[in-house]
């Protein structure tokens, strides 16, 4: 049996966050961000972090999955809520797996996500291992990461079978090049200057660590069909891609314009992307940078084509009474092979909306909608008086988890 991914999801907050507001917010004082100052951003709610999208990107690859046979749970983040408690417990408790089933936190690093998937394919043994990555990470006021960052969770089921995509080879440098850091006591990452980091940390580490990969497992640069490598950075995908003798078109997006850059997520988030538009035999190299690089390569296999089929992928579109809508890129679906992109909102608002109405979007095939609608307008603030009963119960919920 050959030993790869069995099935892939995310999870993307419902909430938008404009870049051009952010940087005309504080160009006073940092008239640089009008640079940055294009598309969006997710953003967290209120009741929402590491753990909670966590569970959220494991509920969509789970379902329709036996749990009792998943024997690990890795659970990467920088921005997990407990230091002095295990995260990853939590999501094995919110999940329902089995007591048995191996927990661990990995953090410390924008590697997370890729060094506990590397980790989850070298040392499988019985039954699958889980792998999600996490991130809400906090921001400093009209600094780049405000502009830069985003929130989201994906996860990924290990192990051998019929897998989606199968494990060619792996790759990893340890390096202590730091381009940022937040201590112990900090609220907030200090970053270095961007083109000393990409000059001295994305183009001399990462080109090496690909070549090494490529070499020990035959396969030519050409032959690569995607490259997934997180960079909020402009061009530093590209040029990475370059160094390595990749195809230009084979980079793929880095989603900074409508997600931002999740941290240790985005490696995952990228993968779990470039999956939902593999064929079979498409190749995929996927790549981290912080402290050193992961890199890890992965061929599309036969099953990639029972995946659920995509709907309604726009992002900008006029509805039927003429207002504008934004879409949130992906529907909520899952299946064994297939992804999750789950996004929450409240029922009554998602009733409500045109769109939802049976008949009333021309791209629907009878099937009930899975997407989720929400327009771009502020939302209401809401009465704090009187809380909605929703509200109370997400809380309460919340707290017996906990």
Known sequence: MELGLLAYGAYLPVRRMQREAVASTHAWFNPGLKGLGKGERTIANWDEDAVTMAVEASRSVLEGQDRDSISALWLASTSLPFRDRQNSGIVGDALRLEPSAMTLDVASSQRAGTTALMAALRGNGEGASLVVASERRATKAGSTQEMTYGDGAAALLVGQGDVVARLIGARTEAVDFVDHYRGADGEFDYAWEE?????????K????????????????????????????????????????????????????????ETGAAHPLLMLTLALETAEPGDRILVASFGQGCDVLLFEATDAIRRRPRSRHRCTNREGPDGRKLRSLHYAQRSCHGGAGYSCRTRQSDRAKHPLAQPGNDPTDDGRPLHHLWHQSVPPQEPDLRKPPRMWRSRHAARRRVL
């Open 195 to 203: 083109r000393w980091v990409r000059d001295e940390g994305h183009m």
């Open 205 to 260: 580490i990462a080109p090496r660590a690909i070549a090494a990969l490529l070499e020990n497992t035959g396969v030519a640069s050409d032959s690569i069909t995607r490259f997934c490598y997180p960079a909020a950075a402009r061009g530093v995908a590209a040029k990475v891609a370059q160094a390595a003798g990749l195809p230009n078109e084979s980079v793929a997006d880095t989603l900074q314009s409508v997600v931002g």
